[in-house]
């Protein structure tokens, strides 16, 4: 089925330039990486990373078992979950610009660079990993959901959020099911979290066990 054309010019510039397939997305997180915090969380009211942090932890019992952030970014969603408590977590985003931000946050084992558009199975695989901002309008698609939780060893937990516009528009739930079906994971939960308020945009959650 070919791929719909949303209409990504109604939300804020800062977030339409990510929405957008003509988008150099690495290249934009880069240029990004040292306004990001302040653009998304103090402006546009981000709360995801802490919403989907607490689902996580709650789900997670042990906190000294090695889990990863996929899609770490900045560093929000590790601080968080070191907050919480974890002290084995590792990191994964595909902008180096974003990972030197996040290392300065001291709070991760092993940062490294990867593009969720191609597989990469760590060894012996995580206990259990959040992803959260990474699946939205463009790549990497939801096709590429089993990039993500192949990172975890087999009876791993993944908690990972979907942009809920992004969800609704192209249906996104048909292709997650796919996935699940065609490489033997098993969606356990999908829940609605808020996600950016001050764009009207919520998020689901894919609570994911291997």
């Known amino acids: 089925m070919k791929d719909k054309r949303p209409d990504t010019d109604k939300f804020d510039a800062r977030l339409a330039a990510v929405y957008r397939e003509r988008t150099d997305k690495q290249q934009h997180y880069d240029d990004w990486a040292s306004s990001y915090d302040s653009d998304l969380v103090d402006d546009l009211d981000y709360v995801a990373w802490r919403a989907a942090g607490d689902l ?9 078992q090695p889990i990863l952030d996929v899609a770490c970014g900045t560093g929000l969603v590790g601080e968080y979950l070191r907050d ?7 990191g994964a985003d595909f902008s180096g610009e974003m990972l030197a931000v996040a290392a300065r946050r001291n709070v991760y084992r092993e940062l490294w660079q990867h593009d969720f558009t191609r597989p990469r199975r760590p060894e012996p695989g995580y206990a ?23 990172c ?5 937990l993944c908690v990972i959020t979907v942009n809920g516009a992004a969800w609704r ?11 699940a079906a065609e490489h033997g994971f098993t969606i356990t939960e999908m829940i609605t979290i808020d996600y950016i308020r001050e764009q009207d945009i919520d998020a689901r959650v894919l609570v994911i066990r291997r």
Do not use: N, Y
């Open 128 to 150: 259990a990993l959040i992803c959260v901002g990474m699946f939205s309008f463009t790549t990497p698609r939801i096709s590429d959901l089993p990039h993500v939780v192949d």
């Open 84 to 90: 919480l408590g974890f002290d084995q977590i590792d």
């Open 152 to 156: 975890v060893r087999p009876g791993g």
């Open 169 to 179: 528009e192209l249906d996104l739930e048909t292709g997650a099911r796919r996935a």
């Open 56 to 64: 996580f932890a709650e789900r997670v019992d042990a906190r000294d």
